[in-house]
């Protein structure tokens, strides 16, 4: 007993001897957890009755099939198929409210500085804001003044070159675009450049013309992305805020040296000015590589990687490729979806919506992951963008206070277009683990193709299986109906389907610039809800940082190395570490 009292006696010592830790900020002060809330513990308790019955119970209601539809501008969501009884949502919608969920929708608008870890605000919405919009104050300047003369700048930029007013350095008009980026600077604006390939008035702005991207630092990938391009008639972009990205830099110096290849005889600062622009916030650091300050377009702090396919980031390549008039119209459909995100009422506003069945299946119900499935081809790309955005902002262990979270947030993203998923995981969500689905759909095919003699025109084919798959998964199919089919005894098992299988369905009327921007801001904004509602930060990523930083211990010990410096350090590196780079190096 003495002997803990003396402990403890020193314990209170060593307390007072230790300087004072400043007050935290307010957005990262502890907080009650809103766990502890009545409103988590109202949606808690109601699982046990949602789950309950079965979906192929829950889809004979008529009326709460009909309440379990929300519509905006043509956009239909369907979320039917949910294990959700009628009340489900209020309850979801009062745990938003509980959250504080309106109140941090209006703080990002405002300008406030939500990303508190890095004490910057969030305002990817203004980035799409029209000229005339009011303005939006970021850190005493209007962010909407702020874009749109990026965008006039862009517009200016773009069009010389479709012109070819602005030309090569061997005079030949440049009509290859390849644009160096990695993570938010490659998915989002490759996601966008897909699904408007086969619009028809994008695909004929785009006539003559080639986009590509450059994202790994894998030598293939330069070699994939230079393929059959002619070095003089090609123009470059380097895509880093910082101007300092390891891997894009590497490869912005690569394809430096590829363009001074193609045009040997051509002094290589003509080449570099004429052939390299950058999208960065760095315009000395672009300058000494050799680019011109006025051929620099920047964006802001503000604009994180991921949200940033509205930015120059995304607008600079796409207008290069289908033209400023296309991008416009791009932005014009997200700024739509900001409005609808920002005023509509909760039960009516699709992008909360989406985010509260999001937190329903994955922390209520315990659903890890979800399915991503547009029946369209033209969003190949869609689910690999979508899966940065929500896992990468999402993908978060502790609160904004920093402590620890007492239940799960974030899911795993993935997905493929329709068809092309059926024959290939669907297997595992209709008979395997229960994974949530998002199937998303369009009525009008971007190309058309009806056949004389088929039954269907071949998107009404596609179109078939959007409807039918969510239903195979909600009804499935039982033992009585496999045996009233004449199924073998010994087969039965291996045909049941289980069903109760949760998805959601979105119905467009057509994907073209318009829409494209709506889809992106429904799927940026359905992340932000289940953020606030976690109580997490989903504009910070810390979790990229660490394998950073020991990419470039790596680094310093293979140049050495390589040079000449004896063997891989014993001391540098774990036992299993050292005997893989020894393997990697030949000692």
């Known amino acids: 007993m003495r002997r803990f009292e003396k402990n403890l006696r020193l314990v209170f010592r060593r307390a007072r001897s230790c300087p004072a830790v400043p007050p935290a900020p307010s957005s990262l002060a502890p907080k009650m957890s809103i766990q502890n809330s009545d409103a988590w513990r109202a949606v808690e308790s109601h699982v046990e009755a949602a789950s309950a019955p079965h979906l192929r119970e829950l889809l004979a209601d008529a009326s709460r099939c009909a309440g379990m539809v929300a519509s905006h501008e043509g956009i239909t969501l369907d979320y039917s198929r949910q294990n959700m009884l009628p009340d489900t949502m209020d309850k979801l919608v009062a745990l938003a409210e509980a959250a504080g969920v309106p109140q941090k929708r209006l703080q990002m608008r405002s300008g406030e500085h939500i990303n508190a870890t890095e004490d910057r605000a969030v305002m990817h919405i203004a ?178 990687g991921r949200f940033s396919v509205c930015s120059a980031v995304g607008v600079m390549p796409l207008s290069l490729h289908y033209g400023y008039e296309a991008m416009g119209t791009f932005l014009a459909g997200a700024h739509n979806m900001d409005v609808h995100f920002l005023e509509a009422a909760p039960k009516e506003n699709l992008p909360y919506l989406l985010g509260l069945i999001g937190v329903w299946n994955g922390t209520f119900l315990g659903h890890p992951s979800r399915a991503i499935l547009p029946y369209s081809q033209a969003l190949a790309r869609f689910a690999a963008h979508i899966q940065q955005v929500d896992m990468e902002s999402n993908g978060k262990r502790v609160g904004m206070d920093g402590a620890v979270l007492p239940y799960s947030t974030g899911v795993i993203n993935f997905g493929e277009p329709g068809t092309n998923g059926q024959h290939s995981f669907y297997q595992l969500i209709h008979q395997g683990r229960v994974i949530p689905a998002e199937f998303i759909g369009f009525c009008e095919s971007q190309f058309p193709v009806n056949l004389e003699g088929e039954q269907v025109a071949n998107h009404d084919e596609l179109m078939s299986n959007f409807f039918a798959q969510p239903d195979a998964l909600a009804m499935g199919k039982n033992l009585a109906e496999l045996e009233a089919e004449g199924v073998p005894a010994e087969l039965r098992p291996h045909k049941e389907f289980p069903g109760n299988r949760p998805s959601l369905s979105l119905l467009f009327q057509k994907l073209d610039a318009y829409t494209c921007g709506q889809l992106l801001a429904l799927y940026e904004h359905r992340t932000a809800v289940e953020g606030f509602i976690w109580g997490i930060n989903s504009f910070d990523q810390w979790g990229v940082q660490l394998g950073k930083v020991l990419a470039k211990q790596v680094r310093s010990e293979l140049s050495k190395v390589r040079g000449g410096g004896g063997e891989i350090d014993a001391a540098a590196f774990n036992p299993s570490t050292k005997a893989l780079l020894s393997r990697y190096v030949g000692k």
Request: aromatic fraction near 8%; include cysteine; glycine fraction near 8%.
């Open 127 to 304: 980035l799409r804001a029209p000229k005339d919009h009011a303005p939006i104050m970021v850190d005493g300047a209007d962010a909407v003044q702020q874009v749109n003369e990026v965008l006039d700048k862009i517009k200016d930029f773009a069009d010389r070159v479709r012109s070819g007013a602005w030309q090569g350095a061997t005079g030949k008009k440049l009509v290859n675009v390849i644009s160096i980026g990695i993570g938010g600077s490659y998915l989002g604006p490759e996601f966008v450049y897909e699904a408007l390939r086969c619009d028809p008035e994008c695909s004929v702005a785009a006539k003559g013309r080639t986009l590509k991207f450059l994202a790994n630092v894998d030598p293939v990938d330069v070699a994939r992305a230079t393929e059959g391009l002619d070095p003089e008639e090609t123009l470059v972009i380097v895509v880093s805020k910082s101007f300092t990205t390891a891997e894009t830099m590497l490869n912005a110096r690569t394809m430096r040296d590829w363009l001074f290849r193609g045009m040997p005889s051509i002094p290589q600062e003509n080449v570099t000015r004429q052939h390299i622009i950058a999208l960065s916030s760095e315009v000395e650091k672009a300058a000494a590589f050799g680019i011109l300050p006025e051929n620099v377009f920047g964006f802001w702090n503000w604009v994180g």
